[in-house]
């Protein structure tokens, strides 16, 4: 499995909802990410988990709280968002070792988030 | 800090047209330098990567070559197809083991038949 996995695809939410985005991967990697990538821009960086211990938190708000149950699952809790968070959600995952950035990362499809 | 120059687009070209998209940066030490692809309504993919000066990445008919001297890592593919139509990222992941990636701000290719 090379894969990373996230779910749901879409989702529409309104600002007083809580919802969660679900990201899986198999392929033994010890460090996963989330990314946030509005219309044509580049993806940034939000939190990065190494060894399922919060590792970098990009001075992100608190409407988002990331969870890592185990080193396959990562997880972002969404509560009262604003209409401004609508964009594609990334999860992408990386192995750790020597020289980690040697191989690159894999993402998954995203998650494309609406706020109403 | 570090950070990716990159062509921005967007660019059309018809089908078998030699394709090139610059790309420098600037970090400290020596980084890894990544292209990913991201087509329409997907999440990203990594095309090639290179990790150390002169090495080459090449994927798909797509090469890079690190060049530490002049910081660049421009990507270029001989003749481009309808289907290489999406997105183009450089990024580059630095080697001080803070795990991030910094991305370049995106070039959209459109290939027409």
């Known amino acids: 499995d090379t894969e990373v996995t996230q779910t749901p695809k879409h989702l529409v939410m309104g600002m007083t909802n809580k919802k969660s985005l679900k990201c899986e991967q198999h392929?033994?990697?010890?460090?996963m990410y989330w990314y946030k990538q509005k219309a044509k821009k580049p993806p940034e960086l939000m939190f990065v988990?190494?060894?399922?211990?919060?590792?970098i938190n990009e001075s992100v708000p608190s409407r988002f709280s990331p969870e890592c149950p185990n080193s396959s699952l990562l997880n972002l809790h969404l509560h009262a968002l604003q209409p401004e968070d609508s964009a594609l959600y990334l999860c992408?995952?990386?192995?750790?070792?020597?020289?980690?950035?040697?191989?690159?990362?894999?993402f998954g499809s995203g998650t494309r988030l609406t706020v109403v | 800090g570090d950070s990716v120059t990159q062509m921005e687009g967007p660019v059309t070209l018809s089908e078998e047209a030699f394709l090139t998209i610059n790309c420098t940066y600037t970090a400290t030490g020596y980084p890894s330098l990544f292209w990913y692809v991201q087509y329409p309504g997907e999440g990203l993919q990594l095309l090639l990567k290179?990790?150390?000066?002169?090495d080459k990445g090449s994927n798909k008919g797509f090469e890079a070559t690190y060049r530490k001297e002049t910081t660049s890592f421009h990507l270029e593919k001989g003749s481009v197809q309808v289907s290489d139509s999406a997105v183009y990222f450089c990024?580059?992941?630095?080697?001080?083991?803070?795990?991030?990636?910094?991305f370049g701000k995106g070039m959209k290719l459109t290939v027409n038949p």
């Open positions: 392929m033994g990697h010890r460090a």
């Open positions: 290179a990790t150390k000066a002169d």
């Open positions: 988990y190494s060894y399922e211990k919060l590792s």
């Open positions: 992408a995952s990386s192995s750790r070792g020597f020289r980690v950035s040697d191989y690159g990362y894999t």
């Open positions: 990024a580059l992941s630095d080697q001080g083991g803070s795990e991030k990636l910094v």
